[in-house]
């Protein structure tokens, strides 16, 4: 598997876009049905992650994020570790 097409791959692609408020690369990289996950949320919808992400991005203007390690790499998804 690719490093474009790997879980952890898709998990950098998406934590990118999201900090940098790239709202159209998150409604391509994510399905329908995405199954979302973070310590105080569950989500099941593109339209409410993208939403989700919308809500941390605004609220916490200027704030960079750093992976700073990548848990698992399957079908069933993978594990980021980050912060600022």
Do not use: N
Request: with cysteine; aromatic share 10%; proline share 1%.
């Amino acid at each position: 598997m690719s490093q474009e097409t790997s879980a952890q791959g898709l998990a950098r692609k998406q934590i990118g876009a999201a900090f940098a408020a790239d709202w159209s690369t998150l409604e391509r990289l994510y399905a329908d049905d995405v199954q979302y996950r973070d310590p105080d949320t569950r989500l099941s919808s593109r339209a409410a992650v993208i939403d989700h992400l919308r809500g941390q991005v605004d609220a916490y203007t200027g704030f960079e994020c750093q992976i700073r390690h990548t848990y698992g790499d399957s079908a069933d998804g993978t594990v980021v570790e980050w912060g600022g």
